[in-house]
């Protein structure tokens, strides 16, 4: 599954539109195509301050806009650089929940030029469901979107 979504990231990459529009279409792409993922969705820094703003994404509208550096599994990926795993929610105690069916989530870092300016978050309804594919395609997908931004 994963490898044959790769050439269909690329080729948003490489197709003629805004950034913006093209990490839509990838949350879009992601959400639909892997049956566990049920929230995708992109946050970056919000300019100097010391906190994450909400970019594109796909699934349920969050109020979670703003998350401010060290909280939830967002806040904390932005200080530690690292890939956060998340197989089941509620035993994390620095957790802020979006919605009350996701079960497990996954964040990983988005480097530019060797700097942590983002993430990729993926919010699942099925408990522990990420495995190391996930953070490798996570990754490639991460890569993909720095040559853009
Ligand atoms: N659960 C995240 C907040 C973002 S929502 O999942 C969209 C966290 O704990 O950082």
Redesign the pocket.
Known sequence: MFNSLRPRVSSIIDSNKTADTKMQEICELLKAEIPHYD?V?F?FKNGDKRELK?GP?A?TP?D?TI?PFG???????AESNQNFV?PD?QA?D??????IT?KA?I?VPLFFNGENIGQI?I?SNTPDPFTKADETFLEFVNFEVAKIL
């Open positions: 929230w969705g946050y909400l994404y699934g969050t979670h998350i909280k939830g599994i967002c806040g904390q990926v998340v929610v994390q620095n957790y802020i929940a979006c919605s996701v989530e964040v978050d919010d």
